[in-house]
């Protein structure tokens, strides 16, 4: 693609097709799919779909609060029965109108298990997931969903969950149009959603060009007129763009960059750091029993000097985990770890002795990103307060190490961490910490947190539910399964020509409040 000046890249035509108004452009990965919301789930595409789609329920570019975006309702009574009403007035990228048959649809399309959508377990609360997620489905349609008329359906649970209005801004639960029913090689080629934004073309692995829809329905519109999300196989050029104002939004800067505070001299007034809902851990793989003595979890966490690892590390840029549930996730309380995920080396030290664990200490994790420097300082931290040898074991690549993991082939304390699909201190638990969950990989199982998991899952408010989710978290961090080192935090750069830039708490650019300086205009 020929260069142009004012950070866009493309050819002269592709800009004209642009439409009206300014394109920025946006550090981008190749999505690993289709552009289809059912079967996105990682950050490359998840991102260009929040562009081109609209869910039910939005969540705030603040603080992540959810709010009703293409629903003007959504009722229940028992958090089984849900009544879904829609605004009226929305349509897709082609005209056609978004009704309740155009949700209905989407999830019936992405629960089928032939079609083996990637987030299709994003659909499993509803009442027959199991018959038609089967590999050897020959059901289509899940029982638990019912459409009344254009702007209504009815969403019917096989238990009650009182969250999961919240999960409904997940991507997952994105219409789709008609045309993608009738021809889906059609759509994957000219992807048509019901977003701020819609699809103009794409080249693989060099960009995808989208522009503002000006049909959208939405409340809130963005000011700028398209984005061109830019692709890159080196987040180091990324950063070099955005420092010469040829890239103008990169939403993660490389871990050198904070080195010495390097980023205020590349980028003066031209960064933020923000704290977004992810958190990283360390794991015990409890299918090797000698990890089985809750002390030995607890001592080894209590070893762990989170604010000297953060400060030499991280220069500082990243919070230290109090609990499992980072900031702005709905139902989190502050401070659930207590002692437990503070550096306290005489207690821990009480514990370990306490315990008949031999041998030395083994961390482990995939290191084609940087989790080495970390973790070498976490088993500097274990030994200096322990007394016990400690050392990283890498292994050099994430398939490899996922793939050891799943295989149970790991006996190190390996990586963990997790961020948010939905805004909820029930994602944080459930999929990690319930029994026989699909993220629970080292295997933790307690019945008291599962019962606990349970009942939350079927309180009749959200503020009961968080209760009980604050109870079981409690309890997980008694036995400290998983250890809690810090709450993940991003630093986010942008050109000089950017205004009003907001990273949302998903590590997202919110395309709805930035702007675009006119030429004549310096930065501050």
């Known amino acids: 693609m020929p260069s142009t000046t004012g950070g866009f890249t493309a050819t002269d035509d592709t800009v004209a097709d642009a439409g009206d108004g ?11 799919n289709a552009l289809i ?5 990682e950050s490359g595409g998840v991102k260009v779909i929040a562009a081109l789609f609209r869910g039910l329920v939005s969540y705030d570019p603040i603080d992540a609060s959810p709010r009703n975006e293409v629903a003007e309702s959504i009722e229940t009574t028992d958090s089984t029965r849900f009544v879904v009403t829609l605004r009226p007035g929305w349509t897709f990228h082609d005209g056609s109108p978004v009704t309740a048959r155009s949700f209905v649809d989407a999830w019936n399309y992405t629960a089928y298990g032939p079609h083996r959508m990637q987030a299709a377990s994003f659909l499993s609360h509803i009442e027959g997931f199991d018959e038609v997620n089967a590999a050897d489905a020959t059901v289509r349609e899940l029982s638990g969903l019912e459409v009344i008329d254009d702007h209504t359906f009815v969403v019917t649970l096989s238990a009650p969950f009182s969250e999961f209005p919240v999960t409904l801004g997940c991507s ?18 000219h992807p048509i959603g019901n977003g701020a ?9 060099k960009y995808i060009l989208l522009r503002r829809y000006d049909g959208y329905a939405g409340a809130e519109k963005p000011h700028v007129g398209g984005v061109e999300f830019r692709i890159y196989a080196s987040l180091e050029d990324a ?30 007034n031209r960064t933020h750091d923000r704290t977004y809902l992810g958190i990283q851990t360390i794991s015990f793989p409890l299918y090797d029993s000698r990890y089985a003595d809750p002390r030995l979890r607890q001592a080894i966490s209590m070893a762990i000097d989170r604010v000297t690892l953060i400060d030499r590390i991280f220069q500082g ?40 664990f031999t041998g030395e200490i083994e961390l482990t994790s995939n290191v084609d990103s940087p989790n080495q420097p970390w973790m070498e300082e976490v088993c500097a931290s274990v030994t200096a307060t322990l007394g016990v040898p400690c050392r990283f ?5 994430l398939g490899e190490f996922r793939r050891r993991l799943n295989a149970q082939e790991i006996v190190a304390l390996f990586r963990s961490g997790w961020i948010a699909d939905y805004p909820s201190i029930e994602n944080f638990l459930s999929p990690m910490f319930r029994t026989g969950a699909s993220d629970n990989v080292g295997k933790y199982s307690n019945p008291e947190v599962d019962a606990l998991l349970s009942a939350a899952d079927r309180a009749p408010t959200s503020a009961q539910a968080w209760d009980l989710y604050q109870q079981a978290e409690r309890l997980i961090l008694q036995d400290m399964p998983t250890i809690p080192i810090w709450y993940q935090s991003t630093l986010s750069a942008w050109s000089t020509r950017m205004r009003n830039v907001q990273p949302n708490p998903f590590r997202e650019l919110d395309l709805f409040s930035v702007t675009v300086a006119g030429p004549d205009t310096t930065t501050d």
């Open 317 to 356: 840029h990243q919070v230290p985990a109090d609990g499992l549930v980072p900031p702005a996730v709905s139902g989190r309380a502050e401070n659930q770890g207590g002692e437990l995920c503070s550096y306290s080396p005489v207690r821990a030290k009480e514990l370990f002795d306490a315990c008949d």
């Open 172 to 189: 997952a639960f994105f219409p789709l149009p008609a045309m993608f029913f009738a021809d889906r090689e059609a759509y994957e080629a």
């Open 37 to 41: 919301p059912g079967h996105t789930t």
């Open 239 to 268: 950063y070099h763009d955005v420092m010469a104002d040829k890239l103008d939004y990169l939403d993660v800067t490389p871990f050198w960059a904070l080195t010495d505070n390097r980023y205020l001299r590349d980028l003066p």
């Open 393 to 397: 074991v890498p292994i050099p690549t």
């Open 22 to 32: 300014v394109i920025i452009s946006y550090h981008g990965t190749e999505p690993e």
């Open 197 to 205: 934004f819609q699809f103009v073309s794409r080249e693989p692995e």
